[in-house]
């Protein structure tokens, strides 16, 4: 049926606009782009020249086939000159009563049979449609941003939409070289509904001046993977844009975590609106300029504090984390003391390590020498006592309270007075160890990511009582280390687990509701937003048990209603579910 879409409409020419005839004109398709007046007209047109030159300055485009693209486009200031085409999509502001005047306007003018689609991000598709006659011809085909260079494509079915015309669409999507899913009349539809909530959370983390503007969106590229962090995301999309975004989903779903943080309406006010302004939460070179001009290096929270002497350092532990963390501290010339519970335990936990150690010398990372000279630097023992001269000691024993405890009492009681104790808890409170201590000011987080020599990340984790020294100590020692340090305060999932896990929740909560299937999900959060890893892909991998603990110490902590685990994953673990380590988890494995 797509041979029949022959020359398609685009109604707005702004940024997304320019970037769909762009798309269109690339797969050969004729496009008449309209505008409100010539000025809008002049803009859409520069769009369109200035990607298309950066496409043939890239090599991505020949002379020749801009000037072809180019040539397929024609523009107008009225909807009177898409009377013939065979599709329209709409790509006007995010306002509904500005879109349901234009699918109205166009109701009259285009032919009975041409099909109508809307570039919204967030509102109902439903309720635009309705202010035609061919409400069964209406959709949604939400394309990302760049939308020459992003694939997905949401399409968005009402309750009236024909299901031939949904797979028209569909069809005439994947012709454009893109990847749809198709979901449900919902705000937000899939990326937005959880995208969003997570930047929305991010802003409050940094409304409450929890983590600074650096570390929380570090802590996401070097934690997560993500392409960027969340506030630079935000000015990137503009930060009127996502408040109108948030607004949307808040008034569909009343769901607190969606309305809008206090903090954008004000920097809207104000006039920062992220890039297009030139400044956001950053500040730029320029409307519209990438380069950031106030970037601030990460440092130490601990001022002009001075700084503990690191030489000799313990383990406790000789689990997977363990081990990395003997591994990282090896590598970069530190004596290492490994505790087991038995020598047994400890033996093959530097034998764990040796065979890491091995890994890198056969991928060319580490010579045989310096692996030699690591391992032997790592000394196992059985007994706390013998942990009595380290300068800092690393606890990275089972996430569970009452052990960590019994650890940090026990190290209290040998190890010397000045050295540091911390923590790798990726979720239970660091004050409740150091107060198993008598040195609480010695105390503090160290998070280290898994795989520990791999993972750039370390969350720095202060509690109430932790000396500034302590905090400056631990900031070097991770640049020691070849790790990026982020900064933040003794909560619940600190930064990383704080902000992931409520949108793994929400992604649960989705696929509960029969909105969207998993793998959908998946492809619209990696295609759709870049990142490395589909919601329910990174569950398995994690472990549904491990993330329900988690979500279950967020939920206990700030008794925040959306964080309330889902059903569903209770119900996944009860029944054994538990993800790649069983075979079975959201989705089966061989």
Known sequence: MTRGIVSVGVVGLGTMGSGIAEVLARSGLRVVGVELDAAGVARGREHLERSTERALSGGKLDAEGRAELLGRVTYTTALSDLAEVDLVIEAVPESLELKAEVFAQLDKIVKPEAVFASNTSSLSVTEIGVHTARPGKVVGMHFFNPAPVLKLVEIVRTVVTEPDVITEVVAFAERLGKTPVVIGDRAGFIANALLFGYLNHAVRMFEQRYATREDLDAA??????????????????????????????????????????PLLKQMITAGLLGRKSGRGFYTYDGPDSPVVVDAVPSTSPAGEAGEREIRKVGVVGTGTMATGIVEVFAKKGYEVVLRARTAEKAEAAVAKVGKSLGRAVSKGRLSEADAASALARVRPVTEFADLSDVDLVVEAVAEELGVKQEVFAALDAVVRPGAILATTTSSLPVIECAAATGRPSDVLGLHFFNPAPVMKLVEVVH????????????????????????????????????????????????????????????????????????????????????????????????REEGFAPAPLLEHLVTAGRLGRKTGKGFKDYT
Not at 254 to 260: C, E, I, Q, S, T
Not at 508 to 522: F, G
């Open 220 to 261: 996401m590229r070097f934690g997560c993977g993500y392409p960027m962090g969340p506030l630079a995301l935000l000015d990137l999309i503009g930060l009127d844009t996502a408040y109108e975004i948030l607004d949307s989903m808040y008034h569909q779903s009343r769901n607190r975590l969606h309305a809008p943080a």
């Open 463 to 558: 509690t109430i009582a932790t000396a500034p020294d302590v905090v400056a100590t631990a900031h070097s020692l991770c640049a020691a280390l070849g790790k990026h340090p982020v900064h933040c305060g003794d909560r619940a999932g600190f930064i990383v687990n704080a902000l992931l896990f409520p949108y793994l929740n929400d992604a649960v909560k989705m696929l509960e509701a029969h909105y969207a299937q998993a793998n959908d999900i998946d492809t619209a959060m990696k295609v759709g937003c870049g990142l490395p890893m589909g919601p329910f892909e990174l569950l398995d991998v994690v472990g549904l048990d491990v993330s329900l603990a988690i979500e279950r110490t967020l939920f206990n902590e700030f």
